[in-house]
């Protein structure tokens, strides 16, 4: 990332210190970083801690201009390469979506024409209350990036999604966006990405699902689309919001995914199947409420169809790689469901593990190929699992492609 000018706008939350080590490590990729702080981000380090870290001068007032040469906040809109907010509080949010300029940062924000990425990081409450909400919305549908908090321990004691995301995958995630166009290797690919997990009903008002939370194939979505590719998403039901820059379909039950799936199967490049998908639904699904009656329900349940299966089965050029969600002899189900869905690659998630499967921020995984395994992660956040799952497929579907050609 040498040449690359990145601003770090730091705002007035408690993750503000974490503003420091994203600094270092924004540093040690090689960008060349300057640092905007908030007021209120001084309250919880000081602009010394960032200008030894980034080697160069913090600005913290619009109108400290130290260089009459220029005007400080367009100079800086102008030079830079990205801006990135970490972490961006919910006011600094609601600045940016109303188009406020009322210090340093949010006046530079609003002279940049450059790609801006932000990393919110704030109270459960605050991060769900619908103004946030929309606010998010509206800046992403003006191409404003998200890299979402993540769940764990907040500062204000509860333990739920808001915490600002690990600064080394949020120097991963803008490293990734700013790969030059040439070099983004999914460009100009098609990437069909299944989320979340089926809702198969039993009537009106209930249903049959598993706990999937959409967070893994959200995060192969997003850096999927970062790689170039030009993504779908077919998603299930999820507890999450899905990445913007990519084309969403929502579907119910595993048929209704089959059904997505397959009508754009045959214009993609590469499809991957994290989706927990239901292997049985009921054989009935009654039209009204079902009344109580009995001490004992018996449910019929009938199979699903193999909605991975076929996709093997149909397969002609596309790039197949399935998930298998495992609780005993990881290696030896992952590979029996390789062969017999005749996928490319398979993800084996043993989601018995502590920090791996549903709904964790992280997972634990092992690809394989044909001939066993190929790579064996550590616990890893999410987006940085799927940042190796795409990298590999990414280049494994380069060099088959290369090797046809070169026939
Ligand atoms: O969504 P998260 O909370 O982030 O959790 C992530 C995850 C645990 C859901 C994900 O990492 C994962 O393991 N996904 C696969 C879940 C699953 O259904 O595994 P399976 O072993 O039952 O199925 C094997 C493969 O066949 C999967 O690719 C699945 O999408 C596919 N399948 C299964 C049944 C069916 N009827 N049709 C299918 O396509």
């Known amino acids: 990332m040498k040449g690359k000018t990145i601003i770090l706008g730091i705002t007035g939350g408690i993750a503000a210190y974490k503003g420091a080590a994203l600094c270092s490590k924004l540093v040690q990729a090689g ?21 030894t870290l980034s080697r160069n001068l913090v600005y913290t007032d619009t109108f400290d201009e130290r260089d009459p040469a220029v005007v400080s906040h367009i100079d800086l809109a102008d030079r830079a390469d990205l801006i990135l907010v970490a972490p961006a509080t919910a006011n600094t949010i609601a600045k940016m979506a109303n188009g406020l300029a009322d210090d340093m940062l949010s006046t530079t924000l609003l002279a940049a024409t450059c790609p801006i990425v932000v990393a919110p990081a704030m109270n459960v409450h605050m991060y769900s209350h619908p103004a946030v ?7 992403a549908e003006r191409n404003v990036r998200f890299i979402a ?5 907040l500062a204000c004691g509860y333990v739920a999604k808001g915490r600002l995301a690990e600064p080394e995958s949020i120097v991963a995630s803008i490293s990734d966006m700013l790969r030059e166009g040439a070099s983004k ?37 997003a850096i999927a689309r970062d790689y170039g590719a030009e993504v779908t998403l077919v998603m299930g039901r999820t507890s999450e919001r899905p990445p913007d820059g990519v084309s969403l379909v929502r579907v119910e039950s595993a048929q209704d995914m089959l059904k997505a799936v397959l009508v754009r199967y045959p214009q993609s490049d590469m499809v991957i199947k994290s989706a927990a998908v239901a292997d049985y639904r009921p054989v009935m699904r009654a039209d009204k409420k079902m009344k109580k009656s009995g001490d004992r329900l018996v449910l019929e349940l009938e ?14 050029k596309q790039y197949l790689v399935g998930f298998a969600a495992e609780t ?50 550590p616990l890893l956040s999410k987006l940085e699992t799927a940042r190796r799952i795409i990298a590999l497929a990414a280049e494994r579907m380069a060099n088959r492609e290369a090797g046809k050609a070169g026939r």
């Open 31 to 51: 960008f060349d970083v300057h640092v905007i702080m908030t007021e209120n981000a001084c309250q919880f380090i000081t602009p010394l801690t960032l200008q």
């Open 133 to 139: 909400i929309r606010n998010i919305q509206l800046l």
């Open 149 to 153: 908090p993540e769940t764990g321990q």
């Open 185 to 221: 290797p999914l460009l100009g690919k098609k990437v069909l990405i299944t989320a979340g997990g089926t809702v198969e009903r039993l009537d009106p008002v209930r249903y049959l699902t598993n706990d999937s939370s959409g967070k893994m194939g959200f995060a192969l979505a």
């Open 303 to 316: 199979k699903t169809t193999d909605i991975l299966q076929t996709l093997g089965e149909q397969k002609t």
């Open 328 to 377: 005993e002899e990881l290696d030896r189900y992952a590979m029996d469901k390789l062969q017999r869905k005749q996928c490319d690659l398979i993800v084996g998630n043993d989601v018995s593990q502590e920090g791996a499967g549903f709904n964790s921020d992280t997972n634990i995984i092992r690809i394989y190929d044909k001939d066993g395994i190929v790579e064996s992660l």
